[in-house]
């Protein structure tokens, strides 16, 4: 929610910003696509963070940052305040979409992880929703009110998570990178669906550790690896990865990308704007029908939430790009003829307009949307998992800044229609990749999943085997 409720009230207080700080189009699209670049560094301090202190207590520092970050943009008083209060904001984002994701998978069982890992898109389509209806409760409120309070009221839900998760269980396979068996097992029995499941789950994560199955006591010592487990890590999956690692960092690489690359961001930051040139003006119908997009890519999110374990990661994903792709080029065509005809309403124009933004949003909300974050945090081993969601997150970031801080001085050099046209195109060449690189994951569990990749048995054991020889494993009762 604390992510979703900052993107979606962006996209009505930037209205009320621009007119109170008396700011150009370029600082706005600055302000609102800065964001990513932030979230880019705090995603890597959360990986480090989170295989540091555990998942749980890094969503506290995310809740945290956020926090702070809404409070400084709701009482800024001027340009550059408010972009201090982005950049601390941004921080707590990276640090959030991390996490959160990776958190999920790792404490839930294979029956219901695609379920599950599925929940923080929902929840960032929420808070999309809730920052929709923010712009629209409190647009009457004096210009110099309205904005501030539209962002500062943001530190309300990261307030409460902070102090929420201390009720979460930590992640049963960080325990188990840390050595904490008996603590790792308490979470598997309250998280599997039968005792039998538990046991065999702590089985194949200290196998994934690199931890000898006979070890079972309540704590183990884990091996150092020379140099230290951090440039191991790092070495393992970006200097000198096997071709199976990098086939999975190339699928988690890409499908980030084209989440982004095909304008999601530009039609949720900027759907004022793009209502505007479909021809509804306004605030109050600019905003009550970003609100009504908010809606329908709420509802639609539930629709992958409870399919994503029936029918599968690969059918979604293919469906929902097909659907972006048609959408897109309809919207692309309805632009088009409305700019061509500025001083005539063109009906079917709009028509075509409103309903390619509203399926548009849904098609991605049954398929790439959530299946992003749940595909990224299943596909790499434990060993380098919060470092790779950190890459496939910062790629996320790096490309969201990139649309979102081009969208207005694109549409001015080809037209806001020929915008649209060129993310179809993108959305097609995404559709070729899925098609290509992107295998199946239902219902497999998370240590078996590299085979897909082509990383065999051979290969894992043989990895294991380095880092037993480079230090003894050792067992305290």
Not at 371 to 389: D, K, M, N
Not at 423 to 446: C, H, M, N, S
């Amino acid at each position: 929610i604390v992510l979703g409720y900052d993107v979606g009230v962006m996209s009505g207080a930037s209205l009320y910003i621009k007119r109170d700080l008396q700011i150009t189009d370029v600082q706005l699209e600055i302000m609102m696509g800065i964001l990513s670049v932030y979230a880019l560094i705090g995603s890597f301090l959360g990986a480090r963070t989170s295989d540091w202190v555990g998942r749980r207590v890094t969503v506290v520092f995310a809740a945290a940052i956020f926090t702070t970050g809404s409070l400084l943009m709701g009482f800024a008083v001027n340009y550059a305040m408010l972009m201090v209060g982005r950049f601390v904001t941004g921080i707590g984002v990276g640090y959030a979409i991390m996490v959160a994701p990776v958190y999920t998978a790792e404490v839930s069982p294979a029956s219901a992880r695609g379920f599950l890992t599925s929940f923080t898109e929902v929840f960032i389509n929420v808070g999309i929703l809730l920052g929709y209806v923010s712009n629209y409760a409190f647009a009457r409120l004096p210009l110099h009110l309205s904005w501030r309070v539209m962002l500062g009221i943001g530190a309300v839900p990261s307030a409460l998570l902070a102090l929420m998760v201390f009720g979460m269980p930590e992640s049963p396979r960080w325990l188990v990178m840390k050595g904490r068996l008996a603590d790792a097992r308490a979470v598997l029995a309250k998280t599997s669906d039968t005792p039998e499941e538990a046991v065999e789950r702590l089985d194949q994560i200290k196998a994934a550790a690199g931890i000898p199955r006979e070890l079972d006591g309540d704590v183990v010592v884990m091996p150092k690896t020379k140099g230290g487990q951090e440039k191991q890590v790092w070495k393992e999956l970006i200097f000198s990865p096997t071709p199976a690692m990098r086939r999975i960092l190339l699928a988690a690489l890409g499908i980030h990308f084209f989440q982004q690359a095909t304008g999601s961001d530009s039609v949720v930051l900027y759907s004022p704007r793009v209502f505007q040139s479909a021809g509804i003006t306004g605030d109050n119908h600019l905003l009550g029908a970003t609100c009504a997009m908010g809606v329908m890519k709420t509802l639609f999110i539930l629709v992958a939430t409870f399919q994503l374990d029936r029918v599968g990661r690969r059918p979604l994903l293919l469906t929902s790009t097909a659907g972006m792709l048609a959408c897109l080029i309809g919207l692309g065509t309805g632009l088009t003829v409305v700019g061509r005809h500025p001083d005539a309403k063109v009906p079917w124009a709009i028509g075509l307009c409103i309903v390619s933004i509203l399926a548009y949003v849904s098609f991605f909300s049954i398929g790439l949307g959530p299946l992003t974050s749940v595909y990224t945090s299943e596909v790499f081993p434990l060993r380098v998992r919060a470092l790779g969601f950190a890459l496939g997150a910062s790629c996320n970031r790096v490309t969201s800044a990139a649309v979102s801080m081009s969208f207005l001085s694109l549409s001015k050099a080809i037209t806001i229609g020929g915008s649209f046209f060129l993310y179809a195109g993108i959305a097609a060449i995404g559709w070729i990749f899925f098609f290509t690189f992107i295998p199946e994951t239902r219902g497999l569990p998370l240590e078996e999943i590299g085979k897909l990749f082509g990383m065999t048995d051979t290969a894992v054991e043989a990895q294991d085997t380095a880092t037993k020889d480079k230090a003894k494993v050792g067992e305290m009762n």
